[in-house]
Structures are given as structure tokens and as C-alpha cells.
């Protein structure tokens, strides 16, 4: 009888002891599971701080490009203006300028001009969408030697007559 | 003749200016090349020349002027 009691106890023993280590082996699987998720959104996280410094980064880049942009506008318009000037100046008699009747007498030299601005226009376009400027025109300190069309953004040393 | 340019060039960028033979008309002057032609007509009016244009497509200073100006005046 006391035998069988202690058969019972061993077998109760034997089953607890079995329960325990499965559930430390159960415990460890999901231990490891565990780990591999936590590595896995670790990286992730990484993965979307980076993301997101990198979108500061363009954020930053394109508020730069963009104030660039505003200023060359500024810039442009200013020019525009002095632009629209030089078709209606007035000499130191009082006389307005008059382009049509230059064309009539001097229709060659008007063309000539006009090529050289147009040649300057596009220079412009180019500088207000981010080429950089030559030596040349850095170093344009003389009317004769500016880019008449966008002095503005194209000769920054210039100081105007 | 001379004079007459000077004239031409005080009337149009002003008698405060200082104009001499080395005057640069866009550098000095403050004009630019519609400036430069305006005078160029002018002065051919005034003394009744005709200057070929291509003539004309490089003078910058007073001194190209007078020199452009002067061919046509002896040989007209």
C-alpha cells in the first residue's frame, strides 16, 4: 500500500516535473519569438527614423531652393521692370526713346541687339533655375560688360550707373 | 563736326556730364546700345551723312564716334 502511495507521488512528481520543463520550453520559444520581433521593430523604427530625418533633410532642401526661388522672383521683377524702362526712356532733352522708328533707320544694329538680348534672356533663365554664374559675369563691374536682361541675378558685383 | 557730336551726346546724356574723347558711352555715359544708336541717328541728321551700320555695330566710345563720324563727313 505504501508502495502504490509512493508510485502516485513519483508519478505526480514526474508529471509536475514534465509540466514545468515544458512550460520553460514554452516559455524560452516565446522568449525567442519575442526577440526576433523586437529586433524586427527595432529595425523598423530605424528604418522610419531615418526615413524621416531624410524628409527633414528634402523638407530643408526645398525651403532653400525655394527662398532661392522667391528672391530670384524679387530679383526678376525688378528687372522686368528696368526692362520696360528701356523702352520708354527718356534722353536729357526730354525726348522718349522711340524702338520703332531706330528699327526703321537702323534695322540691322536693332536686330543685332535684340539677338544679344535674347542671347542674355536665355542666360537668365538658366541662372533663375540654379546655373551658376561664370567668372565673367561675377566679375561684370562695367555696364558694357552685364548681362543687360537680369543684372540683378546674373551680375551681383555690378553697382548700377 | 566734332562739336556738333558733342552737342549730340550733351543733349542726350546731358550737359552735367563730362564728355571727352575717351568717354565710354555705356560705361561712362550711362547709356546703353539703343543709346548708342539714338545718337549715332541724331548726329547723321545734324550733318546730313548716312553711316553704313556696320559701320556702326562696334562704337563704344566718343572717340570710335568721331572717328566713324569723320570718315563719312570728309567723304560725303
Redesign the interface.
Known sequence: MFSQIKLVFFFIMLMGAGGGLWYVQHLKSENEILTLNNAKLEGAVAEQQALIEQQLRDIETQQSINKQLTENNVKLTADLELANEKFNKVNASGERRDIGNLAVSKPKSIEKIERKREQQRARCFEIAQGSPLTEEELNATKKSQINAECTNIANPNYIPY | MKDTVIEVL??????DKEINESS?M??DL?G????I??V??QVESKLGISIP??E??EV?TVSELLEVVGRHVQSD
Open positions: 550733351k543733349g542726350h546724356f546731358g550737359d565710354h555705356m560705361d550711362g546703353d546700345e539703343f543709346d544708336l539714338d549715332i541717328v551700320e556696320e556702326t555695330f563704344r
